[in-house]
RNA sequence: GCGGAAUUGGUGAAGUGGUUAACACAUCGGUUUGUGGAUCCGACAUACGUGGGUUCGAUUCCCACAUUCCGCCCCA
């Protein structure tokens, strides 16, 4: 049988995965210092725990859900984003509850799915590293969900990205806001891209986004959310950046910043990384925002949240090119190679203490000759060859080797269980 | 969903309608058996994404499909 994966899914091979792995445990150091809690929700959901909050006519619902019937009749999707499940989550187990602890902050390192076009840091299967703080409406609750965006890009090492930021209002100032847009653009609808005057209907916001040139000669000119905003919102987004700006976080407000999923409320972000050699425009590897009802389209009281996503393969890719050095393969400590008689047991029984040391160690289980041994030394990129030979081991002895410079030095067996000391002296 | 490009061994690749698919790297074996990263010698594609067609004959021409990559839509 011939096989293939499905298409837009990776392998992520030895090589690579530990390069995940690095990243993935600087992110739960990181957001565990910072008081959030790792959260699993399932895999899968009930459709409608992400069409209805999504948004029924969002993209993501209408053509990039994984969904389907299973043998219980029941339709299910695959989640194409974490907060839905996050907060579904948060309801069914009455984490509102006085029980807990508020906010409740969680994080969540998850496979996500969308059936789409596959691209460079876009694929049907990828990854979100996501946070969600349930319970404040405090603008301490916003800028704190920003700043460790910023911060955890900054111990990651990306580079050069920058935050985008704007402010969505409650539901009333959308829809006038929206209606807005409509009486701006409708009657330029002639001049208008075809996507734009297909936007016009569906999402108008979107139109603000558009890289077309002939969209762009209108937008200097189009209504600006910043001025259909309540003065609470408005107050509130001022609050907002001026902490960031106290903190020296660097953002830049952008009125034509939207976001795809409909549940968001208030502040919104991405931070965004320009790299040509990566993508021909800058790419949104992480984004998130206020969704202030979204607990309550769940059945669950009235519940402030905010929280933020990254798309994880887009992060994997700007960190190979801006920060090789975290994944530079430093390849195993020991290895052990062995010559003569009656050595094949002491050699699995070093390998055996020295693992038990903490250290990385590897010998060959083929038992070729010598120096085939050294060579798959090398291979492994190891620091050290200890070479265990029947000569030696009857005067009590091994031979530790530093492979860096070929400096080499007898040790007695009974040391072998203090290797730090011994290394030190090499 | 729309438009474009690509698809040869483990890797990078050259190449032609017709008897041995170049070259390089890597790998494996050897260079007489206790020490590596050097050199030298040798081995290594039943076969050129899959299926069909044209042809006496196709890896080379045509068609379809698949996958990958790029741009758009959209998004992480």
Redesign the pocket.
Known sequence: MRV?K????VDILPGESQNWEKVENITRSFLTRAGYREIRTPLFENYEVFSRSSGES???VEKEMYDFQDKGGRHIALRP?GTAGVVRAYVENKIYGPDHVKPFNVYYIAATF?Y????????RE?H?IGIESFGSDNALSDVQTIMLGNDLLHELGVKNFELHINSLGNEEVRKAYHDALINYFTPLKDKLSE?SQR?LGTNPL?IL????ERDKEFLPDAPKIIDYLDEDSKAKFDHITQMLKDLGIDYVIDDDLV???DYYTGVIF?FMVADSDL???P?????GGRYNHLVEEFDGPETPAVGF?I?E??LMLVLQKQNPDLFADHGIDFFLAN??EGTELKTIETARALRKQGYQVDFDVDQ?????Q??KA??LKASY?I?I????LAEGVV?L?R??D?K?IPVALEKLGHMADIIAEL
């Open positions: 293939q499905p298409k837009g899914t969002s993209d993501i984003e969308r789409e076009r596959p691209q460079a840091g876009r694929q990828f979100q996507d936007r979107r986004d558009s890289k077309d976001r795809g999923l991405e993508w021909a425009s790419t949104t590897v992480l984004g996503g798309g393969e887009r010559i003569g070729k000759k010598l120096k085939n050294f060579k090398d291979r060859v070479t030979g029947a000569r030696d031979q080797k492979l860096s070929g080499q």
